[in-house]
């Protein structure tokens, strides 16, 4: 099984038992490209930044499929003892993190990519964001401050359309890439590119467009839990 199957079959499991899952979930059917690439191209000891939909760049980086389940579904055996849900896990053993708050922890990740760069390591940051996220002005500043410093982060945009109900025509008025480019981040033709020119402290961005093939947050059993009388 491919690491994309992998995934995809992981998704579908969670979607088809939502009834027992008690915290806000967002599933990633459909946006399997980029983990897919981070999967292949991390590194021993690098670092993963993620959002809250995090689930496929986890995996990726190696978090343990079981653990996750576990703390999906809010059991003590899960990655945080259940207490982190879908949005807001971690686990150290492998560098990974994740937020529930939209580019919560983008400032962080080019902290961690100024340490690394202080020690002479070769590993990098990988940061994802969504679309949404590049809407944060700590988004532009984090570049910015990444350029100036020749940071090694790469800066992964999957730009689904959509942030709940507003669509990106009705959010941005203009591209995404053309903007980060300006700052003088490198564009990276895929992943694996934009994670080559962190590796060479050169910071770096890279956007892929996708569709969700599933809600865009699944949270049927709180909804069904409100008592709105």
């Given at each position: 099984?491919?690491?994309?199957?992998?995934?995809?079959?992981?998704?579908?499991?969670?979607?088809?038992?939502?009834?027992?899952?008690?915290?806000?979930?967002?599933?990633?059917?459909?946006?399997?490209?980029?983990?897919q690439?981070?999967?292949?191209?991390?590194?021993?000891?690098?670092?993963?930044?993620?959002?809250?939909?995090?689930?496929?760049?986890?995996?990726?980086?190696?978090?343990?499929?079981?653990?996750?389940?576990?703390?999906?579904?809010?059991?003590?055996?899960?990655?945080?003892?259940?207490?982190?849900?879908?949005?807001?896990?971690?686990?150290?053993?492998?560098?990974?993190?994740?937020t529930?708050?939209?580019?919560?922890?983008?400032?962080?990740?080019a902290?961690?990519?100024?340490?690394?760069?202080?020690?002479?390591?070769?590993?990098?940051?990988?940061?994802?964001?969504?679309?949404?996220?590049?809407?944060?002005?700590?988004?532009?500043?984090t570049?910015?401050?990444?350029?100036?410093?020749k940071?090694?982060?790469?800066?992964?945009?999957?730009?689904?359309?959509?942030?709940?109900?507003?669509?990106?025509?009705?959010?941005?008025?203009?591209?995404?890439?053309?903007r980060?480019?300006a700052?003088?981040?490198?564009?990276?033709?895929?992943?694996e590119?934009?994670?080559?020119?962190?590796?060479?402290?050169q910071?770096?961005?890279?956007?892929?467009?996708?569709?969700?093939?599933?809600?865009?947050?699944?949270?049927?059993?709180?909804?069904?839990?409100?008592?709105?009388?």
């Amino acid at each position: 099984m491919t690491f994309t199957e992998r995934l995809v079959a992981f998704e579908r499991r969670l979607q088809a038992d939502m009834a027992n899952i008690h915290n806000p979930t967002h599933l990633c059917l459909g946006q399997e490209q980029v983990p897919q690439a981070m999967h292949d191209n991390l590194r021993r000891g690098d670092w993963v930044f993620s959002t809250h939909r995090a689930h496929g760049h986890a995996l990726a980086a190696g978090v343990d499929e079981q653990q996750l389940w576990d703390e999906i579904h809010g059991l003590e055996t899960g990655l945080n003892g259940g207490f982190a849900g879908s949005q807001g896990f971690s686990d150290p053993s492998n560098n990974f993190y994740c937020t529930a708050i939209v580019g919560g922890l983008v400032g962080v990740a080019a902290g961690v990519a100024w340490a690394l760069k202080r020690d002479k390591s070769e590993s990098i940051v990988v940061c994802c964001v969504g679309d949404a996220g590049t809407e944060q002005g700590v988004f532009w500043e984090t570049i910015n401050w990444s350029v100036l410093n020749k940071l090694p982060i790469a800066f992964l945009c999957e730009n689904n359309g959509k942030s709940v109900d507003a669509t990106f025509a009705e959010r941005q008025a203009t591209p995404i890439t053309p903007r980060a480019k300006a700052f003088g981040l490198m564009v990276g033709a895929n992943v694996e590119s934009a994670m080559r020119f962190a590796r060479d402290q050169q910071p770096s961005f890279y956007e892929h467009k996708c569709k969700l093939n599933c809600d865009h947050l699944n949270m049927s059993t709180l909804l069904a839990s409100v008592d709105y009388k």
